[in-house]
């Protein structure tokens, strides 16, 4: 008697686990057919990034322009300065820090606030490389699980001799499996790529906040460069910053680094650039 009653209480806990693998089916080809076209969306905003990276990502042009606002700002001229911040548009990341840095100087007006952005924007590139990072484990697993839902039917119908039930279900098993393992691929490589640009991102930004707030005196800047910040814009010539260096260095024998000017407040009201007041300068030595 009790040896009835758990054979039959085995064979519906098997009939439910059976029934409850057979709802599974169509939750996982739709769940499939979203990361899908979530991974064809990723991978043409990864092509975007790539062609702005490769059409207008310059080094030397990124020095040179936050060189340029660090001369303006020092000359009071904030406007000036921002309107060569925002010239780096290679990269979203970059832009959008820029934007919150520059109202951090237009209302904050804090010290610390540009070290905190970089390390947000830090996170904010893990965040963004998670969504594809989820696609190389999820689609994989929606593919195993596309195949392997479809193969207790085909199997029961090649056991009862129904070959189009087993066709039925070997097409839909094998088709997940190809569209899994395609996200998963696309997902890697869009993964891969992406954790190279957001590093390069993360230390364009650190080497401009270095310009804009480090000290003066350890930055040399050679002919060709100031040729080409000529050549961009004679109006605005940047200072020559080896030969104050070499004079700071000469004039005061201890070795102590001078304060260095940094912006934080915008001027008010409107203007060209050269009517602009005279911005407030907070200094501290680094």
């Known amino acids: 008697m009790h040896l009835i ?34 991974a064809i969306v990723e991978v043409g905003w990864f092509l975007y990034e790539l062609y702005l990276r490769l059409r207008y990502r310059d080094l030397e042009a990124l020095e040179i322009r936050a060189l340029k606002a660090r001369d303006a700002f020092a000359k009071g001229q904030p406007r000036r300065a921002y309107k060569y911040l925002q010239e780096n548009t290679y990269s979203t990341v970059v832009a959008r820090f820029l934007f919150d840095l520059i109202r951090n100087y237009q209302t904050e007006r804090l010290a610390e606030k540009p070290l905190k952005l970089l390390q947000e924007y830090e996170f904010y590139t893990v965040k963004r490389l998670e969504k594809t990072r989820i696609l190389v484990r999820v689609g994989p697993m929606l593919g195993l699980m596309g195949t392997l839902i ?13 070959t189009q039930m087993l066709t039925d279900n070997l097409k839909i098993a094998f088709s997940v499996t190809v569209i899994g393992l395609l996200i998963g691929g696309l997902g890697f490589i869009v993964s891969i790529v992406r954790d190279r640009f957001y590093q390069q991102d993360i230390s364009d930004l650190e080497y401009i906040l ?13 002919p060709p460069r100031r040729q080409r910040a000529d ?18 260095a000469a004039g005061d024998g201890s ?8 912006p934080f407040a915008p001027v008010a009201g409107g203007g060209a650039d050269s009517g602009d007041e005279p911005t407030e300068i907070i200094s501290w030595r680094p």
């Open 5 to 38: 009653i758990a054979t039959t209480l085995a064979r519906g806990i098997e009939q439910a686990i059976y029934d409850i693998s057979r709802l599974l089916l169509y939750p996982v080809l739709i769940a499939a057919l979203f990361c899908l076209c979530w």
């Open 150 to 162: 479809p193969l207790a039917p085909a199997l029961t119908g090649l056991a009862e001799g129904n």
């Open 210 to 222: 270095e310009l804009l707030e480090g000290g003066g005196g350890r930055l040399r800047i050679g």
């Open 231 to 248: 050549i961009d814009d004679a109006g605005d010539d940047l200072p020559d910053l080896t030969t104050a260096a070499a004079a700071i």
């Open 255 to 262: 070795g102590a680094t001078p304060a260095t000017a940094v």
